[in-house]
């Protein structure tokens, strides 16, 4: 059913899973993205389109080590101390465990993937598509090696990207040291620091050039506490003359401001390193009672050093911000290293101009500018990292000459002296290095496969936005670079899935339930609509078990409207050809459903094109509840058992399955396993439901006088039945009631329906009153701008105060219950709003009837 056309015609949808990664399986919000993409897929291949959906899995390098690090640890094995070909074994059974739950999980959403087509970014194709980006921008000169400054992880002991970074507000405590002359002149330089530990590593101090206290100083030297290295005092405009004692220690291998100052000034020392990759103090430059302590004990040893030296004049608190990695929690190293880099303003230059012309479109708009604002600012991509989960960076160094050269298959020879020497280089690319070539790598790029030609660009890409910088803003970047075209037309960022007490799901906070057990537990319909409705899918929105029985609810409603409709389809029935032919005499309940399902058929293809499936979802669930199933069911019995006559049935019949059966199809890529099975259960014309082609709402004529001549009718019942429930004791079936029309077109129409009036609002005998005929005796009446409406009281219940006083007492009684569960913070905060809407709506129905009864009550007492 979802296998791609290999040769489709001019209408096509394409799109790819975002792959999820193997680090873990899928939660909530995957479905909600899935749901979404399903929506649109089954949507389009229903309208005729031929429809390719990629579905894949991410090796995620760096996080998978991470996940299996962890597992090894607590099965108390090291994982650093493995040989490599073990460690991999360990990351590929990790990979196939979790690439075999995610499928099944895909399976049981009923997620309209091409399995076909399924990729992995770690198989051959993937590779070949990976190296061949590297030597091409290689060669472009937009990746180069250098020693920059990148943020390093030491417990995981790699470079992580700036996106992989944390910064949280942290207290520390400010040293101010003190760096005596190297002259032996008394007195020194103070300098303000939280990190003692790297006072091994300065190759000066620093000061703003108009720093009138310092004037003297720049140009002489000072010593290095617990070294005994002589560094100068110079002066750079980048220095804050406000922080600490406006003197700056300058560590140009462990800070970025301290390199950009240290690059200004030529003639300082070529800076040590003094940290080794896990951050414990190493090198020449760090006295040996310090080497081989980490960052901690450093610091400690240092604090207490500069103490019994007499160097800390004073310390205090101060809130900094520190930078964690995300994947380990460890502080991160800002640490002087060698590493690849890709040069992105070049490549972001594109993507700015197609967005700014609407060739890409982002949903919802609004994130449009945090787009840009980052976009602008891009720095380079930090793409090595130092783990064995990955692409090996297609780079071997030449001994002899020591040149690199990069190459999609393995050299055989130095690319400068053609020597034969050669080193491959031992790290491996961000996983991302990949991914942001996924909408074309995943059709079989850079092989000029059929798919590639046919199915690229994609359509959409839909996605959390909080993957905008490391996935999205990339895949753009890449498509006009690589295929010098858009990668899709249209982004769909969907909101972030929060638990019920209002905490974002995430695998890391573990509160994410298992789809597969809520599917086996409720169904996938049932959660698929759920996540659709009533929420909107771009925004973030809790849920919980009370949402999830929206979802069944639907589901049942729809589950028994078809069920007793069946009845009246009896064998032979021939499926619904086209819209049943009604005219001016037809009943006005068809007329009337006809005209509601044209609009919400209308109202489902504009949302659906415009990326808004939880808009089309809310005008579908309004109408099958309460047009279809609580309205027009009940006001068409009469017709269907033939109470009406055999014509009216007949037509009431076709209305009847033409309605459903197409409602069915509108619902299908919401909900595909109820409709599909409810769709069997009635006369249908081809194989599956899936296949179906989706209905044109121009199928059925407008016809908006019908909504017009229906709303007194549907009013007049709504009055009616209120005056019903407000009575103080039921009255019987046979109550009479009277209708004031409030003109002539009123007057008509609710003559004319007088039987179906009389019928839903329960009522005996209803008679319609002139403009001079006083109200009726002993009646209980409503106004509405339709007319004045009454209804016969029971016999014996006017004047009874104790039966009023009883009706208040239960009321009163309800309508606490119902305030104090609207008090409680605990139900708004987890409960859907809709519930939450109608407990108020309750609340305040409430109060109106006591209202009228203690109105009465007084009345009754006046003389
Ligand atoms: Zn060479």
């Not at 944390?166 to 303000?192: I, K, S």
């Not at 994947?327 to 190293?333: N, T």
Request: charged fraction near 25%.
């Amino acid at each position: 059913m979802f296998r791609a056309p290999e040769r489709p015609g001019s209408a096509r949808f394409s799109l790819v899973l975002p792959p999820p990664n193997v680090t873990g399986v899928l939660t909530l919000g995957h479905m909600l993205g899935d749901t979404v993409m399903d929506v649109l897929s089954r949507h389009r291949r229903m309208r005729g389109e031929a429809t390719l959906w990629v579905p894949a899995v991410d090796h995620a390098g760096l996080a998978t080590q991470v996940e299996v690090r962890r597992r090894l640890q607590r099965e108390g094995t090291a994982f650093d101390a493995l040989p490599r070909e073990l460690a991999l074994d360990a990351l590929e059974r990790w990979k196939a465990e979790h690439e075999r739950r995610i499928r099944e999980q895909i399976r049981a959403g009923g997620f309209s993937v091409d399995w076909t087509r399924y990729r992995y970014t770690m198989d051959e194709a993937s590779a070949r598509a990976t190296r061949e980006v590297f030597v091409s921008l290689f060669r472009a000169g937009l990746v180069y090696r250098g020693e920059r400054m990148v943020n390093w992880d030491p417990r995981l002991r790699t470079a992580v990207s700036d996106l992989e970074v944390v910064r949280t507000e942290e207290e520390a405590d400010l040293l101010f040291v003190r760096y005596p002359w190297a002259d032996g002149t008394p007195d020194g330089m103070v300098v303000a620091t939280v990190r003692p530990e790297t006072i091994f590593g300065d190759v000066a101090v620093a000061v703003h050039p108009e720093d009138e206290r310092y004037r003297n100083a720049v140009g002489r030297e000072v010593t290095v506490p617990m070294t005994g290295r002589r560094v100068p005092v110079i002066a750079d405009p980048s220095v804050d003359p406000a922080f600490g004692a406006g003197a700056l220690k300058i560590t140009p291998r462990h800070d970025l401001l301290d390199r950009e100052i240290a690059l200004r000034h030529p003639e300082l020392a070529t800076p040590q390193e003094i940290f080794d990759e896990s951050a414990r103090l190493t090198g020449e430059w760090v006295p040996s009672e310090f080497r081989g302590l980490d960052r901690d004990a450093a610091r400690a040893k240092t604090t207490q050093s500069l103490d019994e030296e007499g160097r800390l004049v004073r310390r205090t608190r101060y809130r900094h911000a520190v930078a964690r990695s995300e994947r380990s929690d460890a502080v991160i190293e800002p640490r002087l290293s060698t590493q690849w880099f890709v040069r992105m303003a070049p490549l972001a230059s594109p993507v700015i101009e197609a967005v700014r012309r609407g060739e890409i479109r982002i949903h919802p708009e609004r994130w449009t500018h945090t787009f840009f604002r980052w976009i602008e600012e891009i720095q380079d991509w930090c793409v090595s990292r130092q783990v064995i989960w990955g692409h090996a960076i297609p780079v071997h160094y030449c001994r002899s000459c020591g040149e690199a050269t990069a190459s999609v298959d393995p050299p055989t020879e130095c690319a400068a002296c053609h020597g034969h020497d050669l080193v491959a280089d031992p790290d491996v690319l961000d996983t991302w290095f990949t991914s942001w070539l996924w909408p074309f790598a995943a059709l079989g790029w850079p092989e000029r496969t059929s798919d590639l030609e046919r199915y690229y660009p994609t359509s959409v890409l839909v996605t959390g936005r909080d993957i905008m910088f490391f996935w999205v803003a990339r895949m753009m970047m890449a498509g006009y670079r690589f295929m010098g075209d858009r990668p899709f037309s249209d982004v769909y960022f969907t909101g972030m899935m929060r638990d019920e007490s209002g905490h974002r799901m995430s695998k890391h906070l573990g509160n994410s339930p298992d789809p597969l057990t809520v599917i086996q537990e409720r169904g996938a319909d049932a959660l698929r609509f759920a996540l659709v409705f009533p929420n909107p899918t771009d925004e973030d929105s809790s849920f919980g078990a009370a949402t999830l029985d929206g979802g069944r609810n639907f589901l049942t409603k729809l589950w028994n409207l078809v069920r007793f409709s069946t009845v009246h389809f009896p064998p032979g029935t021939p499926p619904p050809a086209g819209s049943p032919t009604l005219s001016a005499s037809s009943a006005l309940e068809n007329r009337w459903i006809l005209e509601r399902y044209q609009r919400t058929a209308a109202e489902v293809a504009a949302a659906l094109s415009g990326f808004e499936p939880s808009r089309a979802a809310t005008a579908l669930h309004s109408f099958v509840w309460h047009d279809l199933a609580d309205r027009y069911v009940e006001i068409a019995k009469e017709a269907l058992f033939g109470h009406r006559g055999e014509p009216l049935q007949r037509e009431t019949q076709a209305t009847l399955l033409f309605v459903l059966e197409r409602t069915l199809r509108h619902l299908h890529p919401f909900v595909p396993h109820v409709t599909e099975e409810l769709w069997h259960a009635i006369p249908h014309e081809g194989p599956l439901l899936a296949s179906a082609a989706w209905p044109d709402a121009a199928e059925v004529a407008p016809d908006p006088m019908a909504e017009v001549e229906m709303g007194p009718v549907l009013e007049a019942v709504r009055l009616l039945r209120n005056l019903r429930a407000e009575a103080p004791t039921a009255p019987p079936r046979s109550a009479r009631a009277w209708i004031r029309p409030s003109g002539p077109e009123v007057a008509r129409v609710l003559s004319a329906e007088r039987a179906t009036v009389a019928r839903l609002s329960q009522v005996g005998e209803l008679a319609f009153l002139n403009d001079s005929a006083p109200p009726p005796a002993g009646a209980a009446g409503r106004v509405s701008p339709t007319g004045e409406y009454f209804l016969e009281r029971p016999a014996g219940s006017g004047g009874g105060s104790a039966a009023l006083e009883r009706e208040r007492e239960l009321l009163s009684g309800l309508l606490a219950k119902t305030l104090a569960r609207l008090a409680d913070s605990g139900f708004r905060a987890r409960a859907p709003p809709e519930v939450v809407r109608e407990a108020e709506a309750k609340a305040s129905e409430l109060k109106e009837r006591i209202d009228r009864i203690d109105q009465r009550v007084r009345e009754e007492a006046a003389p």
